[in-house]
Every structure is written in structure tokens, then in C-alpha cells.
T-cell receptor, first 114, second 111 residues
Framework: NAGVTQTPKFQVLKTGQSMTLQCAQD?????MSWYRQDPGMGLRLIHY???????DQGEVPNGYNVSRSTTEDFPLRLLSAAPSQTSVYFC?????????????FGPGTRLTVL | GQQLNQSPQSMFIQEGEDVSMNCTSS?????WLWYKQDPGEGPVLLIA?????ELTSNGRLTAQFGITRKDSFLNISASIPSDVGIYFC???????????FGAGTRLTVKP
């Protein structure tokens, strides 16, 4: 099992550009989520999904879109990047039977918006 | 949303010493989890707690789910250099898919 994979590892964008951060898992987990990590603030939930076709907002959803067309993939879209979105982004997955707990995290995408 | 207050923010200890860190909230949580993050990596789950009062060990690590359900602590015994990293608590409230994380405790172990 590859676990949770994320691409790209690093990205630099200009203000106003759009991009998609990719996340995939091969563990057949129903629950997937996206977090951002900023210095001194821990991880904050952006969006999550409890299964294909179902998504919901987390604590900091503004400026981000998600979709879940398959169990394996959960891409995060930035429609118009802003410097405030400079952060490290983590994707995670877990079994829904565990209530979405015991999440497995990907290695992260380091995004800089100039 | 409900915030988790994690302390201390950082710790500098000597190899072999024991470590204790905790997480508190003004709200009740149904699940408490502890993660460790190494530099440049994603967090890795250490211990999951599901019942108030539960005490769970994972090697040299011991975590407890507070009896009030508003706090949890993590102990590391006989620290070693590879314990270096950032430790995060996380909690989930009943019927809530939103998991909250503490700001982390950065642990440095001097050989």
C-alpha cells in the first residue's frame, strides 16, 4: 500500500492563479480530509468527505473547493490564490467505522503564494 | 469552533528524562488522539482514546482521556533522541465530523 499520496510536494503560485492539489489513498477509506498547517496554529480542517459524492466544510473553507468523485481521490482546488493561502497542506484519510478518527496523513504540499 | 489548548509550547529535555504534555478544552470531547510530526512529514497517530478515564500505552508513551472529557495528557518515559518532533493533540466532539487540533508541543531531546 502506498497509503496517502499528495502531489505536488512544493508549489509556488502568483496571486490570482488557480491550481489543484492532488490527494489519493489506496486503503479504501471512506473518510478523507484536507488540513492546512500554519506556524503556531496546529492543523485546521478545510474540507472533508465521508464518501464519494459527499463533501462538507470544515473550520476554514473559504477560498477552497473540493469534490469526491471516487473513493480514492480527493482533490483540493484553489480558484484564485491569495498570499494568505501560503501554508503547508495535508490530506488525510481514515475508516468511517472509526468515526473518521485515526487518520493517516500524506506527506504534505508546501504552497507559497506570491 | 472549539479550541484545544495544548501546553507546553516547547520543551528542552535531557535524554533519559520523562516528558509530560497536556491538552485542555472548555468543551467536552468524545475522542482524543495524539499525533507526532517529524520535520517535513505528515503527522503520525500515536494513541487514540475513546472513553473517559481510559489510560492507553504504546511502548514508552502513555496517554489518558480525562475523566471530565475536557482534557487529555501524554507522557513519554525515558526519552531518546528520536522522540524529537512536534506532538499534537486532537479531539472530536460527539456527532461531529470536525476534528480539532492543538497548536503542538515541540520537543527537543539533548543527548
Amino acid at each position: 500500500n502506498a497509503g496517502v499520496t499528495q502531489t505536488p510536494k512544493f508549489q509556488v503560485l502568483k496571486t490570482g492563479q488557480s491550481m489543484t492539489l492532488q490527494c489519493a489513498q489506496d486503503m479504501n477509506h471512506e473518510y478523507m480530509s484536507w488540513y492546512r498547517q500554519d506556524p503556531g496554529m496546529g492543523l485546521r480542517l478545510i474540507h472533508y468527505s465521508v464518501g464519494a459524492g459527499i463533501t462538507d466544510q470544515g473550520e476554514v473553507p473559504n477560498g477552497y473547493n473540493v469534490s469526491r468523485s471516487t473513493t480514492e481521490d480527493f482533490p483540493l482546488r484553489l480558484l484564485s490564490a491569495a498570499p494568505s493561502q501560503t501554508s503547508v497542506y495535508f490530506c488525510a484519510s481514515s475508516l468511517l467505522a472509526r468515526g473518521g478518527n485515526e487518520q493517516f496523513f500524506g506527506p504534505g504540499t508546501r504552497l507559497t503564494v506570491l | 469552533g472549539q479550541q484545544l489548548n495544548q501546553s507546553p509550547q516547547s520543551m528542552f529535555i535531557q535524554e533519559g528524562e520523562d516528558v509530560s504534555m497536556n491538552c485542555t478544552s472548555s468543551s467536552i470531547f468524545n475522542t482524543w488522539l495524539w499525533y507526532k510530526q517529524d520535520p517535513g512529514e505528515g503527522p503520525v497517530l500515536l494513541i487514540a482514546l475513546y472513553k473517559a478515564g481510559e489510560l492507553t500505552s504504546n511502548g514508552r508513551l502513555t496517554a489518558q482521556f480525562g475523566i471530565t472529557r475536557k482534557d487529555s495528557f501524554l507522557n513519554i518515559s525515558a526519552s531518546i533522541p528520536s522522540d524529537v518532533g512536534i506532538y499534537f493533540c486532537a479531539g472530536r466532539q460527539y456527532n461531529n465530523n470536525d476534528m480539532r487540533f492543538g497548536a503542538g508541543t515541540r520537543l527537543t531531546v539533548k543527548p
